[in-house]
Every structure is written in C-alpha cells, then in structure tokens.
C-alpha cells in the first residue's frame, strides 16, 4: 500500500510506502477482552480495513447512518421541542459511549467494541420515548410486537440503506450482539445466532455487559439532572436517597453555599463517578477471582460479570424506583406521553388502512411484503417507517394527515 507525499522544495509529488497497522492496537486488551481479528465477523463478508480494527469501522458506520443523526430530535423523557437544555436521544447516546469508553479501558476490555454499542444501542427508538415504545408495541402486538433493542438490531441490519452490496451496516457479530440486550425466547430463535445467548444461557461479551450498566448510570443521573431543572422533582426529595444525598452533602461541606444549579452539577458528577468507580472495582475483582482465559469461558459463566456491589446495586434500585414514581409517572410527563400514544396509535391506523400515504419506496416495501407475508409484513413496515420518525416529524405528518390535534396547552 502507497500514498503521495509533496516535496517541499520543488512541490512534486512521489509514492511512499505505508505498512497498515505498525503497530497493534488492541495489544495491551486483557485476554478476556473481545479482540477484532478473532471476530465471529459480518454477515457479509469484506476486506479488512487497513487503518482501523473492525469494531472501529462499525463505530464509523453507526455515526455516519441516518439513525443516528434522528436521534438528536427523538425524546429522552422530556419532548425534545420543550427547551434546550434536557437530554435528548442523541446526547443520552453520547453520554452512554463516554462512560463506556472510561470502564472499558479501565478494566482492559475493548474500547471500541464498547463505544460501538454504545452508539447503537438506541437507533431503533420511536419518537416520544418510552411513551412512544408502548404504543407501538401495543399496535404491533398482534403482528409479532415492537421492542426498540430488536428494533435497533433491524437497522444496522436491514434498514440503513447506504451501502451498493448489502442492506444494514453489516457490522460485527459482537457489536450487533451487544445491541441486542433484552431478547424474548420467541424472538430469539428467529434471529439465530444473533441471539443464541439467550436461547443457550450464555452472557455476551464483557463489553455488552458493560455498556448495559453504562446506560444506566446515564439515564438515572441525567434524568435526576433534567427533572430538577424542569421542577418534577425536589432536592428534599432526593435527599432521601443515599446515592443522592452523600454527594449533595459533600458539595456543601466542602463549597458551602454555591448556586443551585452549580451545586447539582457538582453532585450529579460526583453520583456517576461513585458508580462508575464502584462498578470498575466490584467487576475487576470479579475478573481476577474467576480468572477467564478468553471470551468463550466469559459466556460460559452462569452471571455478568460486570457488576456493582451490593450497597451499590441497592442504591441504583433505590433511585430508579425513585424516578419511576415521581418523574417518569408526575403528571406533567404523564400528560405528555398520553398525547405522544394518541400520535403514535393514529399514525399506525392510517398506514394500516392507507399505505399508500407512505413514502413511494416504503410503500412498495409495504405491498411486496403484504404479498409474500401477509398483513403481518406491511404493519412490520409500518412499524420501521414510525419508528424512524423524528419527534417533529411524526407531529407533522399527523398534522398533515389530519389525524390528531394536540391539545389546548400540549407540550407535543
């Protein structure tokens, strides 16, 4: 392999040899890590990149596609439109990565594969949220359900439409098995080896592991941070939360009185570095207690073992069932997640009765696989095409269709 370089006196330009890789850069990976070149590879077969391992090219790949890009107006809890600074789908993501990234290299284990789900992780998300999720799932659920994680594996899979030889990204087995989180028994054995772990009793890679915790820790301290700027939640409440109010206390011993919103930004850091230090810990003694020799005898372990303590997975438990009572179900959210089902559930009406309102292509998607699938193929179809609406734009469509209005006062 060769490149052209310029000459600085006279300007002309000559070959130089390049040799791919001088080094390797997954070396210092512990040996239970997942390594690139042992990959159980892609769907579709390709000449390995010369400059970059195989889970760093699906990292490219996922930053690069459609979905991701959607992802910045699709809800986290708050619709996306209702102010600035709250989290949305695409800053939730990067969060996720960044802290994946930080455990991975911690704890020796591949940093690329971890960034990789990490990105990917919520490609196939509705719009509005978990609201969103439901309601489709409720509409899908005579023709086979919706799940955002299978969801999320269809796109890198089927509908990214990007490449001339394939469908999908084509990514690595690993990475796609790491998207894969949560797998119903039914499911799993239509997807095949995909999802064999779930069928076999296996545990995916310590990266997948990883990057499950690592969303967590992101969307509990994030949302601790978005419902106090919005006012669903107190300080007095989180106070008696331990994971909340040994930071928040520490903030005052240390800075005395400082402004409200610098001193939740000061404790929401300090909870994510207590888990993301507890986690590391509690997982790299776990390592060297079971000693894994290589990935195969990482699955064949009957548990994760990426995990926190104890004292600290109470915690967590605490805190998300916190969360869950007082913001995701306060009034305030509830109202907006009602409105976002109504969106939801007459988008897939329409469709259903009129696919030919869809896009042309997706439309003839939807006749071909009525055809070869029945009724179930063309709501599978429909389901892609909501799916992949940003927040505004399934607001649009419905406006445009003349399906639902919001109403009087709607944050929608």
Not at 23 to 51: I, K, V, W
Not at 93 to 100: K, N, Y
Not at 273 to 293: K, M
Request: net charge neutral; hydrophobic share 40%; aromatic share 8%.
């Amino acid at each position: 392999m060769s490149t052209r370089v310029r000459c600085a006196c006279c300007w002309s330009s000559f070959p130089v040899a390049l040799e791919p890789f001088p080094f390797d850069p997954e070396a210092n990976l512990a040996p239970y890590a997942a390594h690139s070149r042992n990959s159980h590879g892609r769907q579709h077969p390709e000449p390995t990149p010369p400059y970059r391992t195989e889970f760093q090219r699906d990292r490219d790949r996922i930053v690069h596609c459609g979905a991701f890009r959607r992802l910045e107006y699709k809800t986290q809890v708050f619709v996306n439109h209702v102010g600035d600074m709250y989290r949305t789908r695409l800053t939730h993501t990067l969060e996720v990565a960044q802290i994946a990234r930080s455990i991975a290299r911690a704890l020796r284990l591949n940093e690329d594969l971890a960034e990789a789900i990490a990105l990917a992780h919520d490609l196939g998300h509705t719009p509005f949220g978990h609201a969103g999720q439901d309601a489709l799932n409720a509409c899908m659920r005579p023709y086979g359900g919706f799940e955002h994680n299978r969801q999320s594996l269809r796109v890198v899979d089927t509908l990214e439409a990007r490449y001339a030889e394939f469908d999908g990204l084509n990514l690595c087995f690993e990475t796609r098995e790491g998207i894969l989180k949560h797998c119903a028994i039914a499911h799993a054995r239509e997807l095949g080896s995909v999802a064999a772990r779930f069928l076999n009793n296996q545990q995916p890679s310590l990266e997948a592991q990883l990057t499950n915790l690592a969303d967590e820790i992101a969307y509990n301290n994030h949302d601790v941070d978005d419902g106090l700027r919005a006012g669903l939640i107190s300080v007095d409440q989180l106070q008696q939360l331990d994971l909340f109010a040994a930071p928040y206390r520490a903030v005052t011993a240390q800075y005395g009185a400082l402004p409200p919103r610098r001193h939740i930004a000061e404790t929401v850091r300090r909870m994510i570095n207590a888990q993301v230090c507890d986690l590391i810990e509690t997982s790299a003694a776990r390592l060297a207690s079971v000693a894994p020799p290589d990935l195969d005898a990482v699955r064949a372990q009957p548990a994760p073992l990426i995990a926190y303590s104890e004292a600290m997975a109470a915690q967590n438990l605490a805190l998300k069932r916190f969360l869950y009572r007082a913001l995701y179900r306060h009034p305030q959210v509830d109202a907006m997640t009602d409105e976002a089902r109504r969106f939801i559930q007459a988008l897939f009406t329409h469709f259903m009765a009129h696919p030919e309102a869809l896009p042309a292509e997706t439309a003839k998607k939807a006749q071909n696989l009525l055809s070869q699938q029945g009724i179930r193929g063309q709501a599978r179809t429909v389901a892609d095409h909501i799916a992949g609406m940003t927040d505004r734009y399934a607001v649009a469509e419905c406006r445009r269709l003349r399906l639902v209005q919001p109403d009087p006062g709607s944050s929608v």
